[in-house]
């Protein structure tokens, strides 16, 4: 297997986004203000917890974003969910990154626990998604675990995150 990129920058993300990376038809980031990442810091096919793959991903808080005006006024926090779909988008990045073709989409999650909240005061959220299965049928099928860390603190933790690719119907 030829060397892959396993860093990419937020560049990286946005031509993911615009069909640039995987091609027409394939694993697509969402755009801004949807990408809830900024860098990938590292993705394997082998590593992680389970040997069948990782990545690591990173975003920056600003006081600034988007939720933070509407959810809630008074008392801002990230929505959950949020950080779940960045879960999702990163856990179908890499079956794109594996070569996988077909649209991509978040098919559930067995288990998500949160303890903690993003607030405009904090700096970094990290990703952190261990994969547990990869099956490559007609559906390519991506299983994994994540975690999700705000300045160095779990704040989620989620099994079972589901995210398929599927080539379009005709």
Request: proline share 6%; glycine share 14%; charged share 25%.
């Amino acid at each position: 297997m030829s060397e892959r990129q396993t860093v990419f920058d937020k560049d990286d993300l946005l031509r993911c986004a615009r069909a640039e990376m995987f091609g027409p038809g394939n694993a697509q980031l969402p755009l801004p203000p949807m990408l809830m990442a900024d860098r990938i810091t590292d993705i394997s096919a082998d590593g992680g917890e389970h040997g069948k793959g990782h990545i690591d991903a990173e975003f920056d808080i600003k006081p600034d974003l988007w939720f933070f005006e509407c959810h809630f006024p008074g008392n801002p926090v990230m929505p959950g969910c949020l950080g779940l779909d960045g879960l999702w988008q990163l856990t179908g990045f890499g079956l794109g990154w594996r070569g996988f073709k077909g649209q991509g989409f978040a098919l559930g999650a067995q288990e998500v626990k949160f303890s903690g909240m993003v607030r405009p005061t904090n700096k970094l959220l990290t990703y952190r998604i261990d994969y547990t299965r990869v099956i490559d049928r007609k559906l390519k099928l991506g299983v994994a675990d994540g975690k999700v860390y705000v300045d160095g603190e779990q704040i989620y933790a989620v099994t079972g995150l589901k995210v398929g690719l599927a080539e379009p119907q005709s």
